[in-house]
């Protein structure tokens, strides 16, 4: 296969990829609400399934088809590196420039792909509400003051 063929199957896999990342982050904030989003519109807490899996499902497809989307840019970029770089060395002329912009771009990118793994989260625990308590309103504190 030429390498304009190879091109032309790489880019329409790229885009599927992209339309399925796409797809189902809508799917999963529009239609598989959270658990917490599911009480105020079906009216209790439910558990919302598609094709038999759940949010959490979706979710690890989700980053599945991420990461094969990740490895074909990388692929694409492998295979039009030399054009990349010349069209780098025409539009950024100084070579200088040219490396502090390359460098800022990889950090950026090595931030953006580690920082999630070295987070710690904020741990609340949830507000439970008794049966017969009811919510405060902030009236009852004003009269109280």
Request: charged share 20%; hydrophobic share 55%; proline share 3%.
């Amino acid at each position: 296969m030429d390498k304009s063929k190879v091109n032309l199957v790489l880019d329409a896999v790229m885009f599927l990829c992209v339309m399925a990342i796409a797809g189902i982050g809508l799917l999963m904030k529009f239609v598989l609400l959270p658990g917490k989003d599911t009480a105020a519109v079906y009216g209790r807490k439910v558990e919302l399934f598609l094709f038999g899996m759940e949010r959490h499902q979706w979710g690890t497809i989700h980053l599945i088809i991420a990461f094969v989307f990740l490895g074909f840019l990388t692929l694409h970029i492998i295979l039009h590196w030399k054009m990349i770089v010349s069209i780098y060395g025409r539009l950024i002329g100084d070579r200088v420039a040219r490396r502090i912009i390359a460098a800022i771009i990889v950090i950026v990118g090595v931030f953006l792909v580690v920082f999630p793994l070295v987070v710690k989260p904020e741990v609340q625990e949830p507000e439970r509400k008794g049966r017969h308590q009811r919510e405060s309103t902030g009236y009852e504190e004003e009269i109280n003051r």
